[in-house]
């Protein structure tokens, strides 16, 4: 399995940016996916998840400025990012719990390589 995501880049302040990822693969089922973002010298953090059944979690700072979405038959998940601002600059990460063929009802945690976006002010 793969996840693979395109969109970063590099913004002004106020500007808007949207991520895509794919996940592929061997894939049977995939239940939560969501976006985390690292930026240099901190942990990486929860940015926005979304479960098998639409369910949405944002992270505070980026409530009323980000929505994340998927495409259940594409195995996708987006985030539309808006008024977005120079503490927002990271290296965001995809991130999947896919069930793959053969393995009953087990998950495993996937994650894509990281993109990054910068926001300058």
């Known amino acids: 399995v793969q996840l693979m995501e395109t969109g970063g880049g590099s913004v002004q302040s106020g500007g808007s940016l949207r991520l895509s990822c794919k996940a592929s693969g061997s894939i049977f089922k995939v239940n939560d996916m969501g976006w985390y973002r690292q930026a240099p010298g901190k942990q990486r953090e929860t940015v926005a998840t979304?479960?098998?059944?639409?369910?949405?979690n944002y992270k505070d700072s980026v409530k009323d400025r980000f929505t994340i979405s998927r495409g259940y038959a594409e195995n996708t998940v987006d985030l539309q990012m808006d008024i977005l601002q120079p503490e927002d600059t990271a290296v965001y990460y995809c991130?999947?719990?896919?069930?793959?063929w053969g393995m009953g009802s087990v998950s495993k945690d996937f994650w894509g390589p990281g993109i990054q976006v910068t926001v300058s002010a």
């Open positions: 979304i479960t098998d059944n639409g369910n949405t």
């Open positions: 991130f999947a719990r896919i069930i793959l």
